[in-house]
Nanobody
Framework: QVQLVESGGGLVQAGGSLRLSCAASGRTFSTYSMGWFRQAPGKEREYVATISDNGATRLYKDSVKGRFTISRDNDKNTVTLQMNNLKPEDMAVYYC????????????????WGQGTQVTVSS
């Protein structure tokens, strides 16, 4: 019912930047909190960042604080993740996801998921 499509992944050198985007379908985008998650090879998927339904609150995994910025545009049904000073440990498939409600950092509460976009960081 709600479809999410990520874009913007690619190859970047350590210390570089990438901007990921997620386009959402439907008319109820503004009623969902939005999150970014990532999964590295051989590891479980982990929470990266979330933004409240109205964009007023932003939360981040400790390791990306000060480097990543999540934002959303409810008029355009998009959410972005600006990633600066990328490190090799940031290399993963990044997923955007939507959770009903105002704000959530719990993966189990996210109902809709995108297909993922690959972020590769070289050293």
């Amino acid at each position: 019912q709600v479809q999410l499509v990520e874009s913007g992944g690619g190859l970047v050198q350590a210390g570089g930047s990438l901007r990921l985007s997620c386009a959402a379908s439907g008319r109820t985008f503004s009623t969902y909190s939005m999150g970014w998650f990532r999964q590295a090879p051989g590891k479980e998927r982990e929470y990266v960042a979330t933004i409240s339904d109205n964009g007023a609150t932003r939360l981040y995994k400790d390791s990306v604080k000060g480097r990543f910025t999540i934002s959303r545009d409810n008029d355009k049904n998009t959410v972005t993740l600006q990633m600066n000073n990328l490190k090799p440990e940031d290399m993963a498939v990044y997923y955007c996801a939507a959770a009903p409600g105002s704000l959530s950092t719990e993966e189990r509460l996210y109902t809709y998921w995108g297909q993922g976009t690959q972020v590769t960081v070289s050293s």
